[in-house]
């Protein structure tokens, strides 16, 4: 006689599961759906935002001999050199050419 138990073939049914673990189960799906949303959104404007090409990078710029440039910025107009003897140097975008030169003046320290 064989005392050993054979498993059961059918499968018992799952136990219900109680109000409050499928509240949580249905506010974690939630979230999960937010997050992958949100995930390709910030994906999407940040591929947008590096695509734009308004204002691009002079391939030269001539400067004046002796002056060394400390920064640069633009616009659709205009472009800028702050240069080391403390003057700004503005550039037509349509020309190319230097059109303006502003002397700073330094405050007392």
């Known amino acids: 006689m064989d005392n050993s138990q054979e498993p059961e073939t059918e499968e018992t049914p799952a136990a219900e ?4 673990l499928k509240f949580l189960r249905l506010l974690v799906t939630g979230l999960t759906g937010t997050m992958i949303v949100g995930l390709l959104v ?3 404007v940040i591929v ?3 695509n734009d090409k308004s204002l691009e990078f ?4 001539v400067l004046p001999d ?3 440039a ?3 910025t ?3 107009r205009w472009q800028a050199v702050v ?9 037509s975008r349509a020309t190319g050419e230097l059109s303006q030169v502003i002397e700073l003046q330094q405050g007392a320290e």
């Open 58 to 61: 002079p391939e030269t710029l």
């Open 83 to 91: 240069t080391e003897d403390d003057r700004v140097l503005i550039y």
């Open 48 to 50: 947008i935002r590096f």
């Open 70 to 72: 400390e920064a640069y």
């Open 66 to 68: 002796g002056v060394t």
């Open 74 to 76: 633009q616009t659709k």
């Open 42 to 44: 910030l994906i999407a």
């Open 17 to 20: 599961l109680p109000a409050e």
